[in-house]
């Protein structure tokens, strides 16, 4: 399949939700673009893990509340089995327990679907990018969780390359094996920023933005963008206030 997905370069999506009308407009939706295809659809988490496997999908657009298996799970598996297939989470909840259970267990973005078509199909392409896409102000629910549990958190689990016992010397050993474009990147994704914002900013291209990218969360032992933001807010080089 990812021959036939280079060949005509659309952005391939299975869309995993139980309820009939929804995913029809949701077709139309994403077959008015020409950028995009709908391969595949399923009503229950079991079918979209058997439809991943069956189409090898770019994005799969995953509700939370569904038969056999629910949302979450599905995409826990999913993203286990099929590491190069992104998971949207697609839902009614607006809740920050599901927002950040979503994103522990690998969803790439988090929307609600009250959203604007476009931001639909904003987030399809920038999940298709390798980015992260959050509903705007979940993005600061995620920082706010962080520093709420500050104290208590092992900051020592977030980078085993290169986490010591002593902040100073570990950031210091972090800072070292940056670049400082490395750094700056470092600094805007944490901040939610997209490829696209931080190569206008930067005046760079996104794949540039995109390997520098790749190369911190490389060094870094870095995962998700969870434990890039612990990363930078516990080491000062975001500020956490403007969100509390």
Known sequence: MSGEHQTHGKIRILLADDHDLLRQGLKLLFEAQSDMEVVGEARTGKEAITQTQRFTPDVVVMDISMAEMDGLEACQRIRKLYPVTQVLILTMH?????????????????????????????????????????????????????VSTHDQTDISSISPKYMGKEKNTSLGHALNILTPREIEVLKFVAEGRTNQE??????????????????????????????????????????AEPYL
């Open 94 to 146: 607006e809740s920050e327990e599901y927002f950040l259970q979503a994103l522990r267990i690998g969803a790439s973005g988090y929307l609600v679907k009250k959203a604007a078509p476009t931001e639909l199909s904003t987030a399809i392409r920038t999940l298709a990018q390798g980015e992260v896409y959050l509903y705007p102000g979940l993005a600061k629910t995620l920082i706010r969780a962080y």
């Open 198 to 239: 931080i190569a206008d900013i930067l005046v760079l291209s996104i794949k540039t933005i995109q390997a520098h990218r790749a190369n911190v969360m490389e060094k870094l032992g870095l995962h998700d963008i969870t434990h890039l933001v612990r990363f930078a807010i516990h080491y000062g080089l975001i500020s």
